[in-house]
């Protein structure tokens, strides 16, 4: 068998030389957005590798400066092809002919970065801070992760980017944006913890960097095109099999002077990579229409596109204008004898390895079976699920329990990966590689980790996984790791439950004071950063003395309990109500001032007045005092929180004096009964 795949290749060989007339390369110019560095490894693997000259191409790599942008110096012929974020896509839909050819970076780079000692983990902790990021254009992900968590650009100071850490580092700044696969680097150097909030994590997920031409040299040139492509994409193949051996060629012939990267700065680049481009799991070039749209909507919602976009033509395939590739009717033979041959020789190769192939399985399912008896118990017994992960035979095995608890097949199969993108019902599997593989793999010895699944009665469920890694390849990237899925669900809920316990009265289950304080805090900074403005109201019984006194204390507290629910039951839903004190309520009315709130008080005060407080031994009335206090009546120095409930109390106090049953408030200092 191996003597005649000798002479078919020999034979593919020669047609293939007699395919191709000897011809100078053509010469073609890529356009990079910054200097060298691992971040475009694989253009370089092409180049020196022979892999551009093997297409016909002498391709000259340009380095960017701050006033050569990739997209102009190609839509000008300065370029033939370049790379871009998505700053691509916005030159699309504004009608200028580009056309992405291949994602390289499935996920950005770009995020927030913060020093650890500034106590900053969530966007929310931007407000009021000093961000140095770029403009929508070109650090979109940021603005739109801001967006999505609801701060405005009023609540914080934008600072543009100056492309250095040296204002985060001084403390000029709370945090910077960043490529996290070069500025962490620096502060991993200097020994500066440091925070890392990426727009991935709040639903921001856009592609990185991307290889791109103009459609004119598509038309014009499509053989160009497509030799460029096969290079490019083969290059980066190279580049991530082969990293030290790329580094080298980095150091040796692309470093640029005085912005080179050192060789461990090479390889941190090198391993952040691997997890934004996943050239294990995705094809590396691969690129989804759904996924641009995913982007062009984010710039919708940020006003830097119109609904009306259109993406047609963007995306270029490698079937696209065929008709120039093959224009010489010998060609067209010798083409189709030479692909007959080298089906006829994959065909055999495909047959060896399914044979192959079939006696592995063969033998894994025999190893299975021997081992089955001695964890069926043990997992019985914990109510676990079982997972195994085999990454050189790109295979994952799930039992029973596995596959229910990640919300798919409830049997035990053993899936490849091909099978998981041929078939959509495979869900359970689809959730592994979703919720764990990527951390899996960051994974040396043992580990646990935990995600979150919606099933298809959109209930929220937490599985937690407990991992360890069997071995691992040469480069130190995981082989083989297994372990076992637990659904925690039960045990989140009750703990929530706890938290909830945190915030809220024990007796009448509105908020408790300490919470309600916080809120009170959280939207007076917005009033100050001009959000809108909100009425205090504090409610307090009238004559709680004497009811304890001439009932009894459990009286006293089935009456603050149903008076709890009937101020409930008058509020709107934004409303926040909670118990101030042992018979004090106080509600926080959001965009509501003196008058509306006066309004909304007095209909509390009158349906608590005609409610009628029923034992079952005895039934009397009540009466409360209502004071109400608005942040319109304070200017933005005078305005803080112990003001505002202070100025509540003595109107409270004030109408006591008056008589009980009374609203005070400054556009009305006291009605009674009315």
Request: charged letters at 25%; proline letters at 3%; a negative charge.
């Amino acid at each position: 068998m191996s003597r005649a795949l000798t002479s078919l290749c020999s034979i593919a060989l020669i047609l293939c030389a007699l395919a191709s007339p000897v011809q100078a390369n053509t010469k073609v110019i890529l356009q990079l957005p910054w200097t060298h560095q691992f971040e475009f490894a694989g253009f370089y693997a092409a180049k020196e590798k022979g892999f551009f000259d093997r297409e016909g191409l002498d391709v000259e790599i340009r380095t960017g400066r701050a006033n050569q942008a990739p997209i102009s110096e190609v839509l000008s012929g300065n370029a033939d092809f370049g790379v871009s974020a998505s700053e691509l896509l916005l030159a699309r839909t504004s009608g200028q002919p580009v056309v992405a050819l291949g994602v390289i970076f499935q996920h950005s780079a770009s995020g927030l970065m913060a020093l650890a000692e500034n106590n900053i983990y969530t966007p929310q902790d931007f407000i009021a801070g000093s961000l140095e990021m770029g403009a929508l254009s070109n650090d979109a992900e940021s603005h739109a992760m801001l967006q999505a968590e609801g701060i405005t650009p009023r609540q914080y100071e934008r600072i543009p980017s100056t492309f250095s850490m040296e204002k985060l580092i001084n403390k000029e700044v709370n945090a910077t944006s960043i490529f996290i696969t070069n500025q962490p680097f620096y502060l991993e150097q200097q020994n500066i913890p440091y925070r890392l909030i990426l727009p991935r994590s709040y639903g921001i997920d856009f592609y990185g960097d991307t290889l791109f031409t103009r459609e004119k040299l598509i038309e014009e040139h499509p053989e160009v095109v497509k030799g460029f492509h096969h290079a490019a994409m083969r290059g980066w193949r190279y580049a991530f099999e082969r990293p030290d051996e790329i580094i080298d060629v980095i150091l040796e012939k692309y470093s640029d002077y005085p912005f080179a990267h050192s060789r461990e700065h090479l390889k941190f680049e090198y391993n952040k990579m691997k997890e934004l481009i996943l050239p294990d799991l995705i094809e590396v070039g691969y690129m989804d229409i759904n996924r641009w749209r995913h982007m062009a909507n984010t710039f919708v919602s940020l006003g830097l596109l119109q609904p009306d976009y259109e993406l047609d033509g963007f995306l270029w395939s490698l079937n696209q204008n065929n008709s120039h590739f093959f224009s010489k009717n010998h060609q067209i033979v010798i083409t189709l004898i030479f692909c007959t041959l080298l089906m006829v020789i994959l065909l055999l190769i495909f047959n060896r390895r399914l044979q192959e192939q079939l006696q592995e399985n063969k033998r894994l399912l025999a190893d299975s079976e021997c081992n089955k008896q001695k964890y069926e118990l043990a997992l019985w017994g914990g109510d676990l699920g079982y997972w195994r992960w085999d990454r050189t035979e790109n295979a994952l095995f799930l039992d029973e329990k596995g596959a229910f608890f990640l919300g798919g097949q409830h049997e035990s199969c053993l899936f490849t990966l091909q099978e998981v993108k041929a078939d959509d019902s495979l869900l359970s599997v689809q959730n592994f590689f979703k919720h764990f593989s990527d951390d899996i793999r960051k994974q040396d010895a043992a580990f646990k980790l935990e995600a979150e699944l919606i099933n298809d009665e959109s209930h929220n469920r937490w599985i937690l996984c407990h991992g360890q890694v069997l071995s691992s390849m040469s480069d130190g990237s995981i082989e083989i790791a297994h372990g076992v899925l637990l659904d925690v669900t039960d045990a989140r809920k009750t703990r929530r439950q706890v938290e909830q316990l945190t915030i809220t009265d024990g007796m009448t289950g509105v908020l408790n004071r300490r919470y309600f304080m916080s809120r009170l805090s959280a939207f007076m900074q917005r009033v100050k950063f001009g959000e809108g403005h909100f009425s205090i109201a504090l409610i307090d019984i009238d004559c709680m003395e004497v009811i304890n006194t001439k009932y009894g204390q459990p009286t006293g507290d089935y009456t603050i309990e149903t008076l709890a629910d009937v101020i409930q039951q008058q509020v709107r839903p934004m409303d926040l109500i909670a118990r101030y004190a042992g018979q004090n309520f106080a509600i926080l009315l959001p965009n509501t001032d003196s008058e509306e709130a006066f309004t909304a008080c007095d209909r509390i005060r009158n349906y608590i007045a005609h409610h009628r407080f029923d034992t079952g031994s005895d039934s009397f009335f009540v009466s409360v005092t209502i004071g109400i206090v608005d942040t319109k009546e304070f200017s933005n120095t005078e305005l803080n929180s112990k003001q505002l409930l202070h100025i509540a109390e003595e109107r409270v106090k004030r109408g006591k004096i008056k008589g009980r049953d009374v609203l005070i408030s400054k556009v009305n200092q006291g009605l009674t009964n009315i």
